[in-house]
């Protein structure tokens, strides 16, 4: 069975920096698309970074320039390097998995078969 752990949320002033961590267990195809999601309360889920299993990245508008994903496959870890945090990027933050094989194509939502329990990030002003 699959399963995502995220760790390394917190609360922080805006301006600074968290990096988040989702380790995998489970099988799931070594060629994959992954991804950061965040939803704030009243608000739709939304993607804030992925990576494909060709390696290509993409990031939302609002947090490109501030945010990296990356993965040590090694270590079947994910991560989110958040800096210049702002208010509005507080939000639970869940990391998703496609688990299937999945190379060069851009995967929509709903090809996200695998979630995490997310994780809480605060940003005071």
């Known amino acids: 069975q699959v399963q995502l752990v995220e760790s390394g949320g917190g609360s922080v002033q805006a301006g600074g920096s968290l990096r988040l961590s989702c380790v995998r267990s489970?099988?799931?195809?070594?060629?994959?698309?992954m991804g950061w999601f965040r939803q704030a309360p009243g608000k739709e889920r939304e993607e804030v970074a992925g990576?494909?299993?060709?390696?290509?990245?993409r990031y939302a508008d609002s947090v490109k320039g501030r945010f990296t994903i990356s993965q040590d496959n090694g270590k079947n870890t994910l991560y989110l390097q958040m800096n210049s945090l702002k208010p509005e990027d507080a939000a639970q933050y869940y990391c998703a998995a496609v688990g299937r094989y999945c190379y060069s194509t851009t995967p929509v939502h709903d090809d996200y078969t695998y979630w995490g329990q997310g994780t809480q990030v605060t940003v005071s002003s």
């Open positions: 489970g099988y799931i195809a070594r060629r994959t698309c």
């Open positions: 990576v494909r299993g060709d390696g290509g990245t």
